[in-house]
């Protein structure tokens, strides 16, 4: 391997000779980088999140300034970071609040029609391969853990697992099947005839 070649060999030294003036400037201007960015963030965690990451980032490129304008270059990048610190936080804060308005706006749940649906998905479940029925009824309807249901059953918790995923896929489809234009359209009209083919 060539010095050329080795980038974190002598060649990387070579290149950039002054890295370690540099890093010296970097570091004897912590605390006061520190402080620069504590009155500009909501905290000081978040100011040494940011301060460990601008080093990080800086360090790692390929150039840096000298050691004498290293300390103003990196306010700069600081300066950088702020901003888009800020930016991320008023999209976070823009998509919470959306969030929280639909929470709010959601229509609150009426008993009557969860009744008629749980009938609707009861009643499916029972066109299910029995072992099939059982899974769903004991975890999602009786809200035992796949693990106790694995002893019930005599089987494997990683078998559980995977007879609930293929019980809730057969009733994912028995749901199509038989509910289609519920599914579509949102009737909860339940009247719907059940197709006794068990999946």
Same mark, same amino acid.
């Not at 030294?13 to 010296?24: G, K, Q």
């Not at 936080?89 to 929470?103: F, M």
């Not at 009737?187 to 719907?192: A, E, I």
């Given at each position: 391997? &060539?010095? /050329? *070649?080795?980038? =974190?060999? $002598? ?9 370690? !003036?540099?890093?010296? #400037? ?6 006061r980088?520190?402080?620069f ?62 969030? &929280?308005? /639909? *929470?709010?706006? =959601?229509? $609150? ?6 009744a008629?649906?749980? !009938?609707?998905?009861? #009643? ?14 004991r ?61």
């Amino acid at each position: 391997m &060539t010095p /050329e *070649t080795d980038a =974190a060999g $002598p060649a990387a030294a070579e290149r950039d000779p002054h890295i370690p !003036e540099v890093l010296r #400037a970097l570091l004897d201007n912590h605390a006061r980088f520190l402080a620069f960015l504590e009155r500009r963030v909501e905290s000081r965690d978040v100011a040494e999140d940011i301060l460990q990451d601008a080093f990080v980032r800086s360090l790692g490129r390929e150039q840096l300034p000298s050691a004498e304008s290293a300390t103003a270059w990196f306010y700069r990048v600081l300066r950088n970071a702020i901003v888009d610190h800020h930016r991320r936080q008023t999209a976070r804060s823009r998509t919470l609040d959306r969030y &929280t308005a /639909e *929470t709010e706006s =959601a229509v $609150p749940t009426d008993p009557d029609l969860e009744a008629i649906a749980c !009938e609707c998905v009861t #009643a499916l479940v029972d066109t299910l391969k029995p072992e099939y029925g059982a899974a769903l009824r004991r975890v999602d309807l009786d809200g035992l853990s796949v693990k106790a249901y694995a002893g019930e059953a005599s089987i494997t918790p990683g078998n559980a697992a995977v007879r609930l995923h293929r019980a809730r896929e057969a009733l994912r489809r028995q749901l199509a099947r038989s509910c289609g234009t519920c599914l579509e359209h949102g009737c909860l009209d339940c009247r719907c005839e059940v197709s006794r083919d068990p999946e």
